[in-house]
């Protein structure tokens, strides 16, 4: 860790040593610790635009040309930077990132790299569906390797078995994966060379003449780990608009996704984020945005995803206290997905002869064909619509269609009855009960499980006890109407069927 430290000051970035140190986390590999009480709004360290590694620093694209670049497509999605990593990294001592660059992990415990076997325990979770092995496999022979092929004098032939090889090829894209911040364009400082320019002349650093104790900046910035998604303000700049052609389905340039020294180094635990890095002109700047007491964590943000992402990016996941509903360890942040195919399948018993129309119909309308539970096991209003939906008499569908109005939300007994039915067939889509899970987990027998099949539970489990709060709150809803309808028949009448419909409604919220 030394030798990246003497690297980064080598390239002009600055670290407030007596305040952050870098060390050995148990199970979370290298993190940052600090080394004293540390006030909110203390710089912990600074990075030089230049030093942040993606294909608007690697001399790589410019080197291959434009033209080429975008006719072999590397200019959208990831596989430009990962052929820009992989050509730094064969590049050796001479590439300005050679010291960091053997510094990056090259074993991972994310999905993408398991076994069969315990793929299978990940069955029913979000997870299965995202890994995207297959997509990277085929970029890796539609765009990577016809690029390589295409220029023997920049990927001599005999370094592609060891440096372009498929398993490099995913090993870099774990690296971006876990590890990358959204870092926007900046312009050259005067008599800077041009960004995809290679530098040899550095600056002169000195890591103790930084203004420490800041207020941040009123722009800020979040990192991309976990926040692909996020807007970042703008620095400049002309090459916004050719550049937005290049857009990926996020709304992300990928030339924006940078690999960052350093900041890189940060571990996150839901909830506990207690530095930022904030964007500046020229530097990117991590900042604590807590006092941190002597001997904690230095911790970033991924942006608090739940287990099932947190394992399919970064190959781990969080356990903290949860909240009622729920209660016991888990991932406030964990939600469950539920396809419209489960309600379809739930409703068909009973088939509607126009059942495809409204699904169509819905579709057309909403584009929702899943629905999200998150941990206060909230019924989602989208999914009772839709259940309702699915349930209109004729003539009440056709008045809707012809309206654009999707039925309201209420969550009458046959609708309630029919998400029961629903969450049940969901919950049966694990290859493990509630109990199964909690018993595998029970500390006696976790230390026992392999670190895969560890996760692969705390994922289902996380899920499977949304679906079990969800069904727990949707039959005593049903209980609800049962009793009520018992009371307006024992009147002799049942004119306050919608009193209790609007009583049910009323403790949703
Ligand atoms: C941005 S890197 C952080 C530095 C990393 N620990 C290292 O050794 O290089 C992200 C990786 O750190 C690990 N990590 C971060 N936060 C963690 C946590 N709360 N628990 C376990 N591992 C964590 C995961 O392996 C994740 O993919």
């Not at 002009?12 to 600090?34: C, H, I, P, W, Y």
């Not at 904030?278 to 941190?292: A, D, G, N, Q, S």
């Not at 230095?298 to 909240?323: A, F, K, M």
Request: hydrophobic share 35%; with cysteine; charged share 35%.
């Amino acid at each position: 860790m030394d030798e990246l430290v003497q690297w980064f000051y080598a390239q002009g970035g600055g670290l407030d040593e007596s305040s952050m140190g870098l060390t050995n986390f148990a199970g979370q590999g290298r993190g940052a610790v600090a080394l004293r009480d540390l006030p909110e709004g203390h710089t912990l360290f600074t990075i030089p635009r230049e030093l942040t590694l993606s294909v608007r620093t690697s001399s790589l694209p410019a080197r291959l040309g434009m033209e080429s670049w975008k006719q072999f497509g590397l200019h959208i999605g990831w596989t430009g930077l990962i052929l820009c990593m992989m050509w730094e990294e064969s590049l050796g001592p001479s590439s300005r990132w050679s010291t960091y660059l053997p510094t990056l992990p090259s074993n991972f415990d994310t999905p993408m790299f398991w076994c069969e076997e315990d793929l299978r325990e990940l069955r029913g979770t979000a997870v299965v569906d995202k890994i995207g092995k297959d997509d990277a496999e085929r970029d890796y022979h539609e765009k990577l390797v016809p690029a390589i092929k295409s220029r023997p004098d920049l990927f001599p032939e005999e370094l592609i078995p060891q440096n372009y090889s498929m398993e490099r090829y995913h090993i870099m894209g774990s690296r971006i994966l876990s590890r990358t911040f959204h870092v926007d364009p900046w312009k050259p400082e005067n008599g800077e060379k041009g960004q995809q320019e290679e530098r040899s002349e550095e600056s002169d650093p000195d890591p103790h003449s930084m203004d420490v104790d800041v207020e941040p900046p009123a722009e800020t910035h979040e990192p991309l780990i976990g926040q692909r998604e996020e807007e970042n303000g703008d620095i400049d700049d002309d090459d916004d608009e050719e550049e937005e052609d290049d857009e990926d389905e996020d709304g992300e340039n990928p030339a924006d996704v940078a690999m960052v020294p350093i900041a890189d180094m940060l571990n996150a635990r839901y909830g506990s984020e207690n530095a930022k890095l904030f964007y500046e002109e020229r530097v990117l700047r991590m900042v604590t945005i807590k006092p941190i007491k002597s001997g904690e964590q230095i911790w970033n943000t991924y942006g608090d995803p739940p287990n099932c992402d947190l394992l399919r990016r970064y190959g781990h996941v969080d356990l903290v206290d949860l909240s009622q509903p729920l209660s016991g360890k888990g991932n406030p942040a964990d939600v469950v997905e539920v396809r419209a195919d489960l309600v379809v399948a739930s409703v068909s018993k009973t088939p509607a002869s126009d059942l495809q129309d409204r699904v169509d119909w819905w579709l057309e309308l909403t584009d929702d064909d899943t629905f999200v539970i998150m941990t206060d096991c909230e019924l989602p209003e989208e999914l009772a619509s839709f259940v309702r939906l699915l349930f209109l008499a004729n003539d009440e569908w056709e008045k809707a269609r012809k309206k654009g109005k999707l039925p309201k939300a209420k969550v009458d007994p046959s609708t309630l009855s029919i998400v029961a039915d629903v969450l049940e067939r969901r919950l049966r889509e694990y290859p493990t009960t509630i109990e199964e899970d909690e018993q595998l987990l029970v500390p006696e027998r976790a230390g026992h499980l392999s670190t895969n099949k560890k996760h692969a539970a705390i994922v289902r489990l996380g899920e499977k006890r949304i679906l079990d709060g969800t069904l727990r709150k949707v039959k005593d809803m049903m209980s609800v109407h049962g009793a009520q309808k018992g009371k307006d028949k024992k009147r002799g009448s049942d004119r306050h069927g919608d009193d209790a419909e609007r009583r049910v409604k009323k403790s949703r919220r």
